[in-house]
């Protein structure tokens, strides 16, 4: 089988990962992590792509950014925008995918953008979460909430398929489907010796 999806177990890791998955599944705070135990550099996505009053950057801007970021020799990546998937897919090792149920997701995703509303919480370039605009259930393009219902399923669908893709047999996929799963993997994730 070309690509591989290793079992939540799977201790062994690169040292340029990738963590991808649905809309507050947790990929910065385990890319955080991960990076903080390895020793590596932190790459979150948003951070490179949002600039100030929620424009996106242009896409080359955004492609240089990510271009310089994974120059360093080991990094961890958290998100899943398919504009630097050219970049950098092919110099990741393990690409580990956080595929937790929807009600878990939209439950957090809930209670994490009333917390950084009620706190004026700022993210990246001075953007700040609008608690209100999430709840406008009817524009996908303002409501994380329905971003992340609409993108649930097909997102698993084209990860699924990705993981058996040739292009990207180099790389070991790990697939988690629960928090303990998340934890339990996390827990025994150690570097590849060199």
């Avoid at 649905?22 to 550099?41: M, P």
């Avoid at 957090?108 to 990246?124: M, N």
């Avoid at 997102?155 to 058996?164: E, G, T, V």
Wanted: net charge positive; with cysteine; charged share 25%.
């Amino acid at each position: 089988m070309a690509g591989h999806a290793r079992g939540f177990m799977e201790s062994s890791i690169g040292r340029r990962i990738i963590i991808i998955g649905n809309s507050n599944s947790g990929k910065s705070t385990l890319a955080e992590r991960l990076a903080a135990r390895l020793n590596a550099s932190f790459i979150e996505l948003d951070a490179l792509h949002w600039e100030p009053n929620w424009t996106p950057a242009q896409p080359e801007v955004f492609r240089e950014r990510v271009r310089q970021a994974i120059s360093a020799d080991s990094w961890v990546i958290a998100g899943n925008y398919s504009k630097q998937v050219d970049l950098s897919w092919p110099m990741a090792d393990t690409i580990v995918w956080l595929d937790l149920p929807l009600h878990l997701v939209l439950r957090r995703c809930i209670s994490r953008t009333w917390r950084r509303f009620r706190g004026q919480q700022e993210l990246w370039n001075g953007n700040r979460e609008d608690f209100w605009e999430h709840l406008m259930l009817w524009n996908p393009d303002k409501s994380l909430i329905s971003f992340t219902v609409r993108h649930h399923f097909a997102r698993r669908k084209r990860n699924l398929a990705i993981m058996h893709d040739p292009q990207w047999s180099h790389i070991n996929f790990v697939h988690l489907r629960s928090v303990t799963e998340v934890e339990a993997w996390f827990d025994r994730a150690t570097p590849h010796a060199t």
